[in-house]
């Protein structure tokens, strides 16, 4: 563990570094796209004068020949879950370490989420779940969650994303909002991401490095696998060797873009060199739309 004094130091940095993000992009974009992700059915009723046209039940309405609303009252503690990928392969990066960046952008939706009044939980996973910290209200809770996230040294290297979501699943159950924050490389995990979509609002965070996607003109080099300590080496000046490589990991981009938009998953995807602020952007605008229609 390291030293308790270094832990408050870089979890003061931390909140000090997303304060402008929280206090100007995330805050009221995340109070207004997640302001009614806590709702509950409560009745069907005749409409009235005043009644916004999206909330018809077209069903009801055509059965009696006459409009019918659905009505739902917000749930006034939304649960919000952060599972985060603490495997090896959170160490790579080639300028900030996928874990680093990681952690910051889950810091500045947590404090959005302590702005929302929320409760907010985390769940830390290998290939088990190494830690799990049920979801609570308050500042000083949210600090303990970061400060897990910055403190906690992983006791394996590996992922098992599908082990998990198993876990995840057996322990939510009210209806959440869930974060995945990992690089998903990890086996097929899709039927128990299934029964999460099903019962909760699921938001994947795919933190990548560049070097992941494109290798560079270096020469002869040493790879080795964060999680397994396998070490290979490769000729980066064989041009078509760097080509299969991209264009596989495109193809394997692809293939998660697809799954996650079949399942009506929406995904943030963040590179490590660059801010993600624009991702972040992108992704509230596109909520918003949902919301609108």
Known sequence: MQQTTEVIKQVKKIEITTKHLVDGLIAGNYHSVFKGSGMEFSQIR????GDDIRSIDWNVT?????PYVKEFIEERDLRVYFAFD???SGNFGNKI???TKAIELTASLMFSALRNNDNVGLFLFTDHIETFIPARKGRKHVLKLISGLVSHEAASKQTDLKKALIFISNV???RSLLFIISDFYSDDFLEPLKILKNRHDIIAVKVTDTREKILPDVGLIALEDEETNEQILIDTSDKEFRDNFAEIMQKEEERLQNLFRKYHI???EVVT???????LKKFFFSRKRQVIR
Do not use: C, V
């Open 172 to 174: 939510m159950k009210k």
């Open 86 to 88: 603490i495997s090896g």
């Open 46 to 49: 005749e409409y009235q004068t």
């Open 266 to 268: 929406d995904i943030i």
């Open 273 to 279: 060199d660059e801010p993600y602020e624009q991702p």
């Open 62 to 66: 055509a059965r009696f020949n006459h």
């Open 97 to 99: 370490a996928k874990r």
